[in-house]
């Protein structure tokens, strides 16, 4: 009834709108505040054909920016709020300072921060397109942002109530984006977070939490990679060979270095670099190879440094038959000590800590490599390089076993599944 | 509020299938279908939810006769079993076992006793598949990860890859749980190729509102053409629901293991493999501790 009333009495008050306009020039009354809310309703899709046209004038002409300064509001065509702030604050290129330069304009823009969860939200989905994902500073002048000491609940029944519960969420959600990314909390943060919502809100529960589990888990990996993966690949492919070939003594080799350089006839020549890796063990093993089996090339296969994938090559030998496989010492070999013991040192009936299964019958590795390029010209040169320390493999022939693209290790030997072989056994002795 | 209705109904109906299925036993085999409907409560966003009616299953002869076959036998064994010692072992074994090999992978009726998932469930774009490796001795894991979210409008993140062990079943689709009680540490031989892995245990939800409890560790690997042996004690597993870490810590109950799974979630977008050899047990008499984490109350009200 009240309101059909108030709307009767809008419709006789808009006939003279412009009298009463300069009747009450500061303020609004509140009759015409409903009417310019019924004006909002009306002109919801008007404004949305409005603003789909200037999408489209300035995808036409590029330089649309009288469009863009028009107005400072945050619903300028875009259906992210706060789109523009961003857009704006990056003349040059997108880095921290535009991103600071952005949270700093909207502090400035309102005292009483109006929008701020919104811009929050906002920002955090802004932040890896700025590459400051991993920055714990920017992430503590976004909390910065939250008005100070609204949000902390003043007795038990309104922490009881969730206080504020839209700002406590956007707060849990600055936090679990660190969370995602890695970032661990500090002092600041948590002095930010006692001032926005006091003790005991949620956020400083989940920073607790944060801190409680991150030191835990933090050194756990026991092959940890470095934060910053080097940007030489000859560096990155000798961290990456130490960190698969499980042996300290192994020895890393440059056999190539990468170069580029143009030869006298203007033709550009590009040298893929071969790092290689072969422990004293593998040497061992592929000094008692028998020669007149052949010995493989297989790769490439994948090994991840966390978000980086690189590709390493292996020399491997087939499985070896059984009467191969055990080194027999004759027991006349030496006639004053026995050179192999068998001697059962079980102490105890609890002593036995093997695992009845049946072994993975592989075959030997002998080498691994890692190179630019994953052509047979290329691994040919890291087989030339091996032969310098490793005779026996002049006399052995080399199967390159190689796919154009990553793939498993177990398919080695698989034949049947289509993929490409390039076998060729050549020895090398002929060639040199 | 809705969910609330929609989490109280579920819970209402399965404690009415459980009634239902201690009444009548025998009928167990054809209640599962409706029960296990019942206790999935995830449902993507945007599908239908699924009204079969019960009497639109399939009551084929073929699968009844199947049916009884593989119960009576599972009932056969569980009572020579019984007569033999503890879980069909002798009894000196039993007590003398250091170590226990409880998965290995060397036919395709192994791989059977795993279920592999993806996010492609929640609708997103990872995939991973499961199959015998080299000459039929190892089980390989591979498929691409994407992290790619859903675009439903309700999905924030995406991109996991995962392998979980069928839970162990008794004769007329009683439960059953693995009692690992003599073991304190799970020792796998594992091929990876530098990805960190995520280990799930599962165990018996006492009460309802455990179910989704699970205990984690994580499991990294090297990387490279040689085999890892990895050997994780069960006290360092902690606790977590629905992919949160709980505040409240407790140790895995070692008798009441349900299922074992593997999960890669690493957020980095490309190809992964991992190779399992077997999946043992072990006990490690140098491995004294209880439980890795505080037990007492954190977050001190201040």
Known sequence: MNSVRNLLRARELSAGRGVLRQAVPGRDSPWLQERSCAQCFWLVPVRSIRSSAALSRSELVPSAKGDKEKDRGFRDGSLVPFDELFERAHEGDRNKAAFNRAVEFFCQRDIRRRGHVEFINAALRKMPEFGVERDLDVYNKILDVFPKEVFVARNFIQRMFNHYPRQQECGIHVLEQMENYGIMPNKQTKFLLLQIFGDRSHPIRKYQRLMYWFPKFKHINPYPVPAALPRDPVDLARISLQRIAADLSAEVTVYQMPLTDISDAGKEITQPHIVGIQSPDQQELLARHNPARPVFVEGPFPLWLKKTCVYYYVLRGDPLPPEEKEEVIDSERNFYYPMHLDLDLDRDLWDDEEFYVDEVAEGPIFAMCMAGAGDQATLAKWILGLQQTNPILSQTPVVFHLTPGPRELQAASDSESGEEEIPQSWHMKQEL | ?302
Not at chain 2, 211 to 228: E, I, S, V
Request: aromatic letters at 14%; one cysteine or more; proline letters at 6%.
């Open chain 2, 1 to 302: 509020m809705a969910l609330s209705f929609k989490l109280l109904d579920g819970v209402f109906l399965s404690s009415r299938c459980h009634r239902q299925n201690a009444l009548h036993p025998l009928l167990g085999p054809l209640l599962t279908d409706c029960i296990s409907k019942l206790y999935s409560s995830y449902r993507r966003p945007g599908t239908a939810p699924d009204n079969t009616p019960p009497w639109k299953m399939n009551f084929s002869f073929e699968k009844g006769v199947d049916g009884i076959k593989k119960h009576f036998g599972l009932l056969k064994k569980e009572l020579v079993d019984h007569w033999k010692g503890p879980e069909g072992y002798r009894l000196d074994e039993y007590l003398l076992a250091q170590t226990r090999v409880v998965w290995e992978f060397r036919s395709q009726k192994d791989l059977d006793e795993w279920v592999v998932s993806s996010d492609a469930e929640i609708g997103g774009k990872s995939e991973a598949y499961l199959k015998l490796g080299k000459n039929n001795q190892t089980a390989l894991l591979y498929g691409t990860l994407n992290t790619e979210a859903p675009r439903d409008g309700e999905t924030g993140y995406s991109g996991y890859c995962a392998m979980r062990s069928k839970p162990p079943k008794g004769a007329f689709e009683t439960k059953k749980y693995y009692d690992w009680s003599n073991f304190n540490s799970l020792y796998l031989r594992i091929r990876g190729d530098g990805r960190p892995w995520m280990i799930n245990i599962y165990t018996n939800p006492y009460f309802s509102h455990q179910k989704d409890d699970l205990y984690n560790y994580f499991m990294f690997t090297r990387g490279g053409p040689y085999w890892q042996e990895i050997k994780i004690p069960f006290s360092k597993f902690f606790l977590s629901s629905r992919g949160r870490i709980q505040d409240d810590q407790h140790p895995l109950w070692l008798d009441k293991i349900s299922t074992v799974g593997f999960t890669l979630g690493d957020k980095a977008d490309g190809p992964f493999q991992l190779e399992i050899d077997f999946i043992g047990l072990l006990n490690d008499r140098a491995h004294t501790e209880e439980f890795a984490y505080e037990k007492y109350e954190r977050n001190p009200k201040v």
